[in-house]
Antibody
Framework: EVQLVESGGGLVQPGGSLRLSCAAS????????MHWVRQAPGKGLVWVSR????????DYADSVTGRFTISRDNAKNTLYLQINSLRAEDTAVYYC???????????WGQGTLVTVSS | QSALTQPASVSGSPGQSITITCSGT?????????VSWFQQHPDRAPKLVIY???KRPSGVSNRFSGSKSGNTASLTISGLQAEDEADYYC?????????FGGGTKLTVL
C-alpha cells in the first residue's frame, strides 16, 4: 500500500525556519517525481515545488523561490522541504504528493500544518 | 503563475449533471494535454478524479468525465450523489511549474 506521511510542521515565529519531511512507503520511491502543495486555512490548493526522481532537477513557485528548498534522500525514502524566512502568508497545511507524468498526483499525504505567528 | 479560473460554486440536485470549468491560457491549459481534477472533502487530502484531461484513475466512478477546448478544461459529474458534495480543483502543467485553480464548491441540493 502506498503511504506518504508528512511531519515537521508546527508553530514558528516570522523569519524562522522549519524542515518538513515526507516518509514514503509501498512503492519504489526513487522512480517517482515528488511535489509539495500547500493549502492556507479555508483557501485553495497552491503548488509549491517539485523534484525529479534522482533529485538533480527542482522547480519552485515564484512565491517561494529563494526561501524554500526541496530535496530527497532516496536511500531513506524521504522527501524534504526546507522553509526559511517564514512569513505569515506561509501558514498552511503542506502536502507531499507522488506524481506520475506531468500532473497525475495519484497519492497524497495527510498534510502537516505550519503556522507562522509571533 | 496566476491561478486558473474556476467558478466559486456550483450546485445541482441528485441525479442531475453539473459541469465545472477551468480557464487558463495557452501557456498552461491550452498548451498541454496535462490537466487534472481533484475532489477534496473537508479536512481530507485531495483525491485525483481525472488526469491527462480525460483519463479516470482506477476506482473512480465513471460518472466523472473530463474534456478540454482551447484554454478551458471542464469536469462533468453526471448522476449527482450526495457524496459528490465537496470542493473541486483543476490543475495544469505549465512548463517549469504546475498551476492549480482557485477551487469550486459543489453543493448537492
Amino acid at each position: 500500500e502506498v503511504q506518504l506521511v508528512e511531519s515537521g510542521g508546527g508553530l514558528v515565529q516570522p523569519g524562522g525556519s522549519l524542515r518538513l519531511s515526507c516518509a514514503a512507503s509501498g512503492f519504489t520511491f526513487s522512480s517517482y517525481w515528488m511535489h509539495w502543495v500547500r493549502q492556507a486555512p479555508g483557501k485553495g490548493l497552491v503548488w509549491v515545488s517539485r523534484i525529479n526522481s534522482d533529485g538533480r532537477s527542482t522547480d519552485y513557485a515564484d512565491s517561494v523561490t529563494g526561501r524554500f528548498t526541496i530535496s530527497r534522500d532516496n536511500a531513506k525514502n524521504t522527501l524534504y522541504l526546507q522553509i526559511n524566512s517564514l512569513r505569515a502568508e506561509d501558514t498552511a497545511v503542506y502536502y507531499c504528493a507522488r506524481v506520475v507524468g506531468a500532473t497525475n498526483f495519484d497519492y497524497w499525504g495527510q498534510g502537516t500544518l505550519v503556522t507562522v505567528s509571533s | 503563475q496566476s491561478a486558473l479560473t474556476q467558478p466559486a460554486s456550483v450546485s445541482g440536485s441528485p441525479g442531475q449533471s453539473i459541469t465545472i470549468t477551468c480557464s487558463g491560457t495557452s501557456s498552461d491549459v491550452g498548451g498541454y494535454d496535462f490537466v487534472s481534477w481533484f475532489q477534496q472533502h473537508p479536512d481530507r487530502a485531495p483525491k485525483l478524479v481525472i488526469y491527462d484531461v480525460t483519463k479516470r484513475p482506477s476506482g473512480v466512478s465513471n460518472r466523472f468525465s473530463g474534456s478540454k477546448s482551447g484554454n478551458t478544461a471542464s469536469l462533468t459529474i453526471s448522476g449527482l450523489q450526495a457524496e459528490d458534495e465537496a470542493d473541486y480543483y483543476c490543475c495544469s502543467f505549465a512548463g517549469n511549474s504546475v498551476i492549480f485553480g482557485g477551487g469550486t464548491k459543489l453543493t448537492v441540493l
